[in-house]
């Protein structure tokens, strides 16, 4: 106990603050985070393999019973990280700003859910190039600040990373399990 407790007090006093942070609110340590960071770096590209030759038909094919088709789930990435994407922003400008939430059933079937999925494959080309680089320049002490979800209370920074890194691979596996079952 004693090593325990002379190791503790050597470390610096921020340090030890942002520690006991970290514990409090299980906050993600740096080498996490990078590797979140990462992962939702390679959503753009894996959803590109995953797409990649299907027919409008396979296209408009649900990924389930009644689920969502797989040109729904791409342009619901589309929307989802866009979102994702400004409330990141928002929580980094503004002190604890509350999430405008929206009803993503509703959204993959607004009119042009129907679109090529290419503009919302470009679309997260670009978002995840800039939200990725944008998220490994914060600094560590950024990443407790908080937001107020509407449904889910006051989370942080750490949180949306922990939720965003992997939606999109979750996503992509529902297309290329439907692949694999169907033998595309
Ligand atoms: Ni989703």
């Given at each position: 106990m004693k090593s325990h407790y002379y190791f503790w007090f050597s470390i610096a006093p921020l340090k030890r603050a942002n520690l006991l942070l970290e514990i409090v609110r299980k906050m993600l340590t740096k080498e996490q985070r990078t590797a979140k960071i990462a992962q939702l770096a390679s959503c753009p590209p894996a959803l590109r393999k995953a797409v990649s030759g299907l027919s409008d038909e396979q296209l408009d094919?649900?990924?389930?019973?009644g689920g969502w088709t797989c040109r729904q789930v791409v342009h619901h990435l589309a929307d989802s990280h866009a979102n994702a994407y400004l409330r990141f922003r928002w929580t980094v400008a503004e002190d604890h700003p509350t999430i405008k939430t929206y009803d993503q059933d509703v959204w993959a079937k607004?009119?042009?859910?129907?679109?090529?999925?290419d503009c919302s494959l470009t679309l997260l080309d670009g978002l995840h190039e800039r939200w990725s680089t944008f998220l490994s320049m914060l600094?560590?002490?950024?990443?407790s600040r908080t937001a107020e979800h509407p449904e889910h209370g006051e989370l942080t920074l750490d949180d949306f990373l922990e939720i965003y890194s992997s939606h999109g691979a979750n996503h992509t596996r529902q297309i290329t399990d439907l692949r694999e079952s169907k033998g595309w």
């Open positions: 094919t649900p990924y389930r019973e607004l009119p042009d859910s129907a679109l090529p999925i600094p560590d002490d950024t990443w």
